[in-house]
């Protein structure tokens, strides 16, 4: 747990953060994900599902590699709260075996009211071929500096 | 595993789904949580820190509860596949020992292609005292009756 | 979560309910399954001490096949409690990579007292060579219709 | 993993086995199990759901108070395998919180064919109050000493 | 995932790194270790057992406290490797809602071939009264810059 | 559940306890460890990572051999308390498939105090290929026989 410690000033659109090949999607991580969502369609859980289907095998869930995304390169910063998403898309299928590399970069600081800015950090996964398999933008709240 | 076996053309704004009371958030799942996602923000994880927050105390995820809406009240829709969210945002936080109901509503059809169109669903959570804490767009790809 | 909303007077014996291939038996859920029950018996979790045994290879615990059965085609019905189990039978191995087809039928519908009735399903699940590999009868009371 | 070295002419019916308060079931172990399961029911996951129940609160899974009946005092019999279970009654609720102890006893000893005797378990489990909370007839096939 | 990109010649003795009020003791964390380590001894998982010990309610796994220190403030360094512990010692019992705070500092820098410098850190861990629980020195090699 | 019954009395230095190919490390004990102690290190959990380092694929956390032994051969002696180890040692990476046996010896009984003696175990774990993986001597306190 590391934490960062930046007010909404220490913000500058265009910072980048970056962890290559850092998690392989396996089927203990789908069937834990299933277990906790309560998701358990058969595309993720059925060899002999998936394979009548056109992705031929088990594929995982979207939103599993979503969450990946918060606790493999998001911030903690005690001074940040999580206000929402947009723009989250699943571009591409995930098998089983894929190894993904996380890309965080600030998109948009914005004045929110006199306390908090607005910090915006767009996702992108990357499949171990480089192809993206999910973008996503989390918009998130940043303290002021006190004065 | 219940399947819904719906085309494109089956689909009609207004359509409701809900399930009130349904589950309860507890420590075992925020816990359970954390293992997967790799989040251990001590916002959820420690006592003593989230009591020194305005919060007063642990907060869940607010990636489970999103999580949690699709496997509560989301369709297994076999012609239909996962496309993005949109609008996803933390209205209010969910404590430990909170009780969600879970609403979703489809809110838009369109044409996307000549396969596919395009289902796009509300889900509203709401907690034990009926506040909403977490709205969500999910926006779906469903297959077209074939002619 | 999909319920049934059922009283005794609408079932009937011969009623069936099936999902074929809807789940691939691995590690994760044998691994899961040994922690949440404290059975780590070698059987399953051993590749080289399952060699040495008629069977060659692990093989999942049964009562792991057992409880999957309630939780994928097990009847959600708020009228309904359990009552108990009959002719639970390991008729064959499941191997880790088996994918797993459920079959549930009424083979008995009966009298219980003024306020209940009993229902009684037969779970037949088999494998994706169409052998049977567990069968079991699940007895369940029943809300009777209120006048 | 403590093994029993036995063949079916050294079991004797009247053999008992049995530990006492070995287990509390809490919040954890329910969630887990149904993670592992699929089984969801709100009565098990949902405080409100039960507190409008005759129950009052939430209340084990009863297959999660079966599953733990062999982890716990099951023999790990490598002379041994699990050919089924009659008579499984889920006698009365287990709540968040109970303590359970388990009993084992040998109630029969039966001729199987040449190389198989048959071995019956009956299981007794009881919460912290003395009550019966769940029995189980477990039917083993145990090799007999080779010649 | 934060990573530290240090070479053996980075470390000094007396540096010290700390997390506070970091994470809270709970029964899912314990129910969940005894389901991975197999360790279900009913001090930890039997609130009846544990009551009539000197201990007088459940105790966490010492070991359970001793591999949070790795992941809470382990350093996630690509040039280290780990090469083992001594003076591992369980100095207090942990209760279920206990907080820990964890301390580490390195203790000792020393060569220990031509490749390698052999670093040793010792943690410290605290419960929320600030009673030391368990203290560690966890002996690492770390290679040396290149030339 | 085995209970020993023992003593500090009942002790003698070579005393042993072995389990042979009791366990095979798999992804989903690797996944789950890393749930529960939050060590998600890519050397544990990327195939790409880990193929780029000397170990040329993935490697089981040391501390994770570590928690099993106590769990498949480790005493639950009511008698007895954990005291503390020394001399644990990663020896060789254990690579996800192997298979793991597991050896116990009372290498050490003193005299701790009135109440109290000291046994010490020496754990010998190794893998299917009979190298050594990890040692550890593990520091117990054991009540002496009541007058």
């Known amino acids: 747990v ?8 220490d913000y500058e659109v265009g910072e980048t953060f970056e962890r290559r090949d850092v998690r392989t999607i396996t089927d203990a991580e789908v069937t834990n994900f299933a277990g906790v969502s309560g998701d358990f369609h058969p595309l993720h859980m059925s060899d002999e599902f998936a394979a009548k289907t ?15 995304a918060e606790g493999l390169v998001g911030e903690t910063n005690l001074h940040s709260v999580s206000y929402g998403h947009d ?4 571009v591409e299928p ?9 890309h965080r970069e600030v998109i948009e600081t914005a004045d929110y009211d006199e306390q908090w800015g607005r910090v915006v950090y767009r996702y992108t996964i990357r499949n171990q071929t480089d192809e993206v398999v999910l973008v ?9 500096r006190p004065a």
Chains 1, 2, 3, 4, 5, 6 share one sequence.
Do not use: C, M, W
């Not at 723009?87 to 699943?90: A, C, K, Q, T, V």
């Not at 996503?136 to 002021?144: A, F, N, P, R």
């Open 2 to 9: 590391q934490y960062t410690d930046k007010y909404f000033e």
């Open 54 to 68: 056109p992705y031929g095998e088990r594929v995982a869930h979207g939103d599993l590699v979503f969450v990946l």
């Open 94 to 102: 995930v098998y089983l075996g894929d190894t993904l590399s996380f």
């Open 136 to 144: 996503d933008d989390h918009i998130t709240l940043v303290e002021k």
């Open 87 to 90: 723009n989250l898309r699943f």
